[in-house]
């Protein structure tokens, strides 16, 4: 049973009276604890919150190697949800770099910024960059193929037309 019990009398005003008293959520929205660890609920808090979630998603990277190791796991690899564009490269017209320890954590930072659409950051090089994207009138996104970067791109993000030229994909 959810919220107050109805009345012995079976009034709705009466019943409606004490759901006050006993109130219980009717939709819970879960998201990944490391994202508590934002500017967004951490900026009037003087502590070093941005360490705090890149230390999260590291130990929880860590903990998924483990459990791959041990075979509970397939795959460390998080699911994009978007199209997930592998040796490709997106350039001309991001709007945002910001250092990442992984491509997820670029792609949790993407889906919370309103603007985003698409990122794309190297694989392999020492410093990881994600390079967020967006489209603005009369500039264009391109990509091409490059063997250590990885791009995604977020239809449900997309508020114009999304047009892919010269592009094959597999899969």
């Known amino acids: 049973m959810v919220g107050a019990p109805p009345p012995i009398n079976g009034d709705?005003?009466?019943w409606a009276s004490t759901v006050k008293e006993s109130p219980v959520p009717m939709e819970y929205k879960l998201q990944n604890i490391e994202n508590?660890?934002?500017?967004?609920?951490m900026r009037n808090i003087s502590i070093d919150y941005e360490t705090i979630f890149k230390n999260i998603k590291s130990f929880q990277y860590k903990y998924c190697n483990y459990l791959h190791s041990q075979g509970e796991l397939d795959s460390c690899e998080g699911l994009t949800p978007g199209v997930l564009l592998e040796k490709c490269r997106l350039y001309l017209g991001h709007f945002k770099t910001r250092a990442v320890s992984s491509f997820g954590e670029c792609v949790d930072i993407c889906l919370q910024n309103i603007i985003c659409e698409a990122i794309t950051i190297c694989k392999s090089c020492r410093y990881l960059e994600c390079q967020m994207f967006r489209y603005t009138k009369n500039k264009?996104?391109?990509?091409?193929?490059?063997?250590?970067w990885q791009s995604a791109?977020?239809?449900?993000?997309?508020?114009?037309?999304?047009?892919?030229t010269t592009t094959t994909i597999i899969g």
């Open 12 to 14: 709705p005003m009466t």
């Open 36 to 41: 508590l660890f934002s500017e967004k609920f």
């Open 153 to 164: 791109i977020f239809p449900t993000k997309i508020a114009t037309i999304l047009e892919l």
């Open 140 to 148: 264009f996104v391109y990509g091409s193929e490059w063997e250590e």
